[in-house]
């Protein structure tokens, strides 16, 4: 009876060992799996993050490279019309400069000048503005269109082929662009002139028939520059807008400068100047060819008459500080002689100035 006791407490012993001895190893397997997978200590990377992060960082470096190879094709597409004549007979050379975006920062306002005098009259700003205008500050030993000046012709509109300046070198790579703007039927001798040396010509006028055309090698386009873009609203209502601005008519055209910018915008000519300024555009021109208009203010420019003459020629040095300089004149005798509906110094109304910019270097 003790003897059957024993053996019966024996397995009982026997079978709890067991239990716990099966117990502590499914234990110990939990707690190696756990830890194997917990994340390694900081600054103690496994050796799968290791490998992972090389991964990461070649494919990464993989993009990169992608992504710088395809700017290079760009930039070589970009550049390659323009360098081919740089190459053309000459040794090897630095690469070429990325081009010049069309705007600068914007401006919202033109540094106004101080006044001519403390009396604030209308005599001192015209008799400043005035002598500003007719005086040449750089001389140009040969010009595009002087016979028509010499002849009187409307506009005598004429372009500085100085070799000492941009145009000249321009023309004989076949590299030339110009820019006419014009109302109507206009004086067209300077366009023919410059297209007879090789330079690409788009004429620009608002009431043609068609939205573009070629004619006696010249383009010409149903549209004209303007200090403001069309209203989204209206202009998504006709296929071509009318009017734009220069910095706007360049993307479209996909443009990046213009050699010579020949504008007679009918007293709209002081905004358009003020856009060009204000929005930095005046970089990608090489010439500037402006018929001013004084019998009046001009549209949407305000003020009494003294204010008004002080911003046309704030307008004009801000043209110098951008690095243009007045290179020809021409005062329009058959015009009447008004300068804001009076007579003042015999002005006659309507002056064609000719700005070079000397900083040219497209």
Known sequence: ?????????????????????????????????????????????????????????????????HRS???????????????????????????????????????????????????????????RFLNYITTPQVSCASLAGEEAAQEGTKGAWAACLDPKFSLTHRI????????????GVDDRSLERSLSRAGCEIHCFDPSLKQPHMQQAEMWLHRLSIDWRDPNPAFAAQRQYANTKKLATILNDFGHREVDVLK????????????????????????????EVHLHWAGFEVAGDDPSVVRYWFSLLRELEHANFRLF???????????????????????????????????
């Open 1 to 65: 009876m003790d003897m059957g006791r024993e053996r019966l407490t024996l397995g009982l012993l026997l079978r709890v060992g067991v239990l716990l001895t099966a117990v502590c190893v499914c234990a110990h397997v939990y707690l190696e799996m756990g830890w194997r997978r917990a994340p390694a200590p900081l600054g103690r990377p496994t050796q799968a993050s290791q490998n992972w992060g090389q991964l990461s960082r070649t494919k990464a470096e993989a993009e990169e490279q």
């Open 69 to 127: 190879v395809k700017r290079k094709i760009s930039y070589v597409r970009t550049l390659k019309k323009d360098s081919q004549a740089r190459e053309k007979g000459e040794g090897r050379e630095e690469p070429s400069p990325p081009l010049r975006p069309h705007r600068k920062t914007p401006r919202w306002h033109i540094d106004l000048e101080p006044w001519a005098g403390e009396s604030h009259s209308l005599e001192d700003e015209a008799k």
């Open 172 to 183: 004989q790579s076949k590299r030339c662009r110009v820019y006419s703007f014009g109302l």
């Open 263 to 290: 504008a007679d915008m009918e007293s709209a000519e002081w905004k358009i100047l003020e856009n060009l300024v204000l929005e930095g555009v005046l970089d990608s021109v090489g010439q500037l060819l402006l």
């Open 328 to 362: 020809h004149v021409h005062r329009d005798m058959t015009k009447p002689h008004l300068f804001l509906h009076k007579n003042v110094l015999n002005a006659s109304s309507v002056y064609t100035l000719s700005w070079v910019n000397t900083e040219w270097k497209p």
